[in-house]
């Protein structure tokens, strides 16, 4: 399902930012995820001005503060290195660092910087910088979540950082790899009137103008430390919220790449052959979150119930165009966390009812059972919603529907003013960064606020998180969180209901998508996972 | 005259200060906060929303809020951002112009046509051309911005490639720096501008002509008639006037209107306009920058208001004596 539709979009998406969002990250451990991207034999041309569309702005540009979504990604990547970048092979490498290695215990990393790396403003990047970067990071409300279990970054030399943590942290580099590892100069950092509106980074292109709601502009670092990987002379990135204008706007040559998630846009790009379009297979799944902690939903067979009386199939087909796939747990199958689950792959009518009939054995209730459905009127919530609630009803569960905007939707949540509400959350490249949501530390009861909105306490959840923080071994941590996972489809505090597509789309003359690569030389990842796609390498043809 | 012009305007200012007091208040009533506005999930971290709470100050009862923000307001300083941290005041005066822009233009598009289309139609009650505007103004009012303006960009953006599709050019930028404001060239913006236009255009031509036709069965205009004048010469020089009032009437209470079409326009355009900044701050419950909105809006509403009952006195003789006397 269309991601942007179920909810919330930049809000909560992306501030799962706070560690994450696009551009999270990958466990150190983590194997391979995706295959490359579209590449292209010609040889790369010089200059021309990029224009992008966006589908939103981002409220600043401070790593430490602001909050970014996608949107937000695209553009920060532009002024900004970060620490760690993803390779092909889906590991969090060293980007920015030389080098990030670990104690045998994985309580201390050290982060080894590179020499002569300077930041546009003529700011040495050196210890110091990266010190005050996690220092105010570790501090911040929004990126201080990525940041959870550091305890202080000391500054060892003038190009090497140590980082102590209050337990093991095997998915260190993921964080380095997401906003948290966006190195900004410090002079943006202590500047008290500019840090969010004047970026100043060691990037590909320096920030130039920004005038918020509509463009932002950034132009070639001559002074790169890479020379020779960037090959347009300028990038004007176009906010364009509506996704008819934004498409109209690629059609009539006004920008040459944009994304969407609008399935009925990508169905009718496939018949396209003036644009190209790289269909996206990212994790983010659509479910429906049930509170545990409030009836009649702290009753186990009536979620059941709910897991087997949904028809995932059905919503794909009539929401999503038939683009969208089934969901079973936060991963898809080929993701380097998908353990099969034993969610139920497909309704059953006559198992829901069954379960339904336990509830009103165990609770001495009849008739159907009522309660409300939450979600916010954008897109197409509406008609899925409706879907939903049919399909609830043949098993006699009467769901009274009720649209709420963004804001208070999302208080709702935080302090469990909700019976039943779909989301879009989780599957981000490391499954550390998603424990936050699922602890059971942080299932406060019904009118505290809470991280954990299902408010689902599970010790056995508790243990595998702690398990997939901890060991540095992959096939151990994998199998943590396939437990998880089967402890999310026996609990059952979400209602999965698919994944949606996600589409970059771009113009003829638009190349090298898929063709990013590293400081190493080897191809940089990002088409087809959370990874950020990378678009400072891209290039015009005349 | 004096007074009863000191008397409006003591009458507005109390108006603008009414508007802010139940705004704020209405504002700050609104379930969701800033706190979750800003930072999503992670704001069932009580320290979280705690440390954000102190930050913003949103710890301070609402009153003591509301009167720290006037004293503010008062020296001209409506307060910082909560989700940019940028002074509101250079905020909204960086959208001002676009949106003033496209206000203007479309206030121009729709009475340039729709007073000539309403004399028009006035000569000839019935005629093909009146039904063809009766018609023709009906679809309009009937159509919505979010449909005339993707048609409108795929014929002239997409196909002749006339306008651009989206976004505004630079025409010279207010002040320098990395976030200037700007002002728009009219052709960027003439396609918006012509879609805010839309409505307003029909029912200005529906009101004109039909007070047109009133003022045309009036003694004076026979007697003008028998004098000799032209049909022509009639309708421009004595009973454009007196019908205009209705009009003007309109034009003053439009301005609404259109900011209210602006928010649509400037969405469907990617325009970086008041309407663009007054949803997202809606969205973000970034409350001092919808106040600071509110604020500007009232004011213009009832200055418009205030120079259109003016002008009443200006276009009719009987109003200014009666406030004479009055």
Redesign the interface.
Known sequence: MNKRIWLVTAGVLALVAAGCAKGSSTSATSPSTTAAGPTTTLAPQNGGTLNIGLDAETDGWDPVTSEWAAAGYFVAQTFFDPLCAYDAAGQAVPYLAKSVTHSANYRTWTIGLRPGIRFSNGQPLNAAAVVLQLTLGKESALVGQALGPMVKAIAVNSLTVKVEMSEPWVAFPAVLASQAGFMAAPAQLESTTASTTQPIGTGPFTFQQWIMDSTLTVVKNPDYWRPGVTHVDKIVFHVITDPTTRLQSLQSGQIQFMYTTEASQIEQLKGQTAESMYVQHLDEPVFIMLNTDAAPLNNLALRLALEYATDQQQLISAIDLGLGSVVTEPYAPGSPWYVPSGYPTAANDTKAEQLVAEYHHETGTSGPVKFTLGCTSAGTNPEAMQLVQAQWQKVGIDVSLSYTEQATYINNAIFGNYQANCWTQFGDIDPDIDATWWLSANAHPNGQPALNFARLSDSTTDAELQIGRTNPSYAVRKAAYGAVWHQFALEAPYIWLGRGPNALVSGPTLHGLGDATLPGGQRQDGLDSDAIVPIDQLWLSS | MLSYVGWRFVRMLSVVFAVTLFSFLLLNL????PI???????????V??S??TNQLGLNHPIFLRYFIWLGHALQGNLGQSY????SVTS?IA?RVPLTLELMIMGEVISLGIAIPMAMLCSLRPDGWFDRLTSGSTLLLLALPAFIL??TL??VF??RF?VF?????TTWFTLGSG???T?VATPQSILLPAIVLSAGQLALFARVLRGDLLATLKSEFILMARSKGFSRWYVLLHHALRPSSFSLMSLVGLSVGGLLAGALIVE??????GMG??LI?AI???DYLIVQGMVVLIASGFVTVNFITDALYGVLDPRVRRARLIG
């Open positions: 609104l379930p969701g906060s979750n506005a800003i930072l999503g999930p992670a704001a069932g971290d009580p979280a929303r440390e954000l989700v940019s941290d940028q905020a960086q303006g993707p960009i795929y953006a997409i490639h651009p599709a989206s976004g505004e990395t976030s200037p700007i969405n469907v355009f990617a325009l970086p663009t900044l997202t969205e973000k419950r």
